[in-house]
């Protein structure tokens, strides 16, 4: 009986912890620092009040995923439909050079950010990542609208871009 009551508080905590549905950014995400194509150190903040005005479609990925590849037909689709939004991507690669290249191989387009703190710095944490590629949906004046999502297809990610 104790093992089952063990295993069910670990389920429920799992799981909960999956369907987490944030809707502002974290302090500490806000302030986490990326690196732009120019080399330039960004925080986080900077970056949504760029776009602030505009709904923004996050693409967390890495040019080694193969998710992220499968998925890239998909966002390249949604952009083209939806050139209204901002499509920013933060990278996860394993060094700036292997994001350049992957931007220009991939001939993706949209606003570049590497995301040099990696998965476990403060926007890895506070996104709770444990898969790529990841989609966010960040709304006009900077709150989530989709947190998690790892498919171009989800309903909730599609809705939130009409």
Same mark, same amino acid.
């Given at each position: 009986?104790?093992?089952?009551?063990?295993?069910?508080?670990?389920?429920?905590?799992?799981?909960?912890?999956?369907?987490?549905?944030?809707?502002?950014?974290?302090?500490?995400?806000?302030?986490?620092?990326?690196?732009?194509?120019?080399g330039n150190l960004v925080p986080?903040?900077?970056?949504?009040?760029?776009?602030?005005?505009?709904?923004?479609?996050?693409?967390?990925?890495?040019?080694?995923?193969?998710?992220? @590849? +499968?998925?890239?037909?998909?966002?390249?689709? !949604? #952009?083209?439909?939806?050139?209204?939004?901002?499509?920013?991507? =933060?990278? $996860?690669?394993?060094?700036?050079?292997?994001?350049?290249?992957?931007?220009?191989? @991939? +001939?993706?387009?949209?606003?570049?950010?590497? !995301? #040099?703190?990696?998965?476990?710095?403060?926007?890895?944490?506070? =996104?709770? $990542?444990?898969?790529?590629?990841?989609?966010?949906?960040?709304?006009?004046?900077?709150?989530?609208?989709?947190?998690?999502?790892?498919?171009?297809?989800?309903?909730?990610?599609?809705?939130?871009?009409?």
């Amino acid at each position: 009986m104790k093992h089952i009551l063990v295993f069910t508080v670990f389920i429920t905590t799992f799981l909960s912890c999956q369907n987490r549905d944030e809707t502002q950014f974290s302090v500490e995400a806000l302030n986490d620092e990326l690196i732009s194509l120019q080399g330039n150190l960004v925080p986080f903040k900077s970056i949504l009040e760029k776009h602030k005005g505009s709904i923004v479609f996050i693409d967390v990925w890495a040019s080694w995923c193969k998710d992220c @590849l +499968k998925g890239l037909p998909g966002v390249k689709k !949604l #952009q083209e439909m939806h050139p209204e939004v901002d499509f920013v991507y =933060l990278s $996860l690669d394993k060094s700036q050079a292997a994001w350049k290249m992957g931007i220009n191989r @991939l +001939k993706i387009s949209g606003d570049h950010y590497f !995301l #040099q703190s990696g998965w476990k710095g403060a926007i890895g944490t506070f =996104l709770g $990542l444990d898969w790529i590629p990841r989609y966010l949906i960040v709304d006009e004046n900077g709150g989530i609208k989709v947190f998690n999502a790892i498919e171009t297809t989800d309903i909730k990610l599609l809705n939130n871009l009409k």
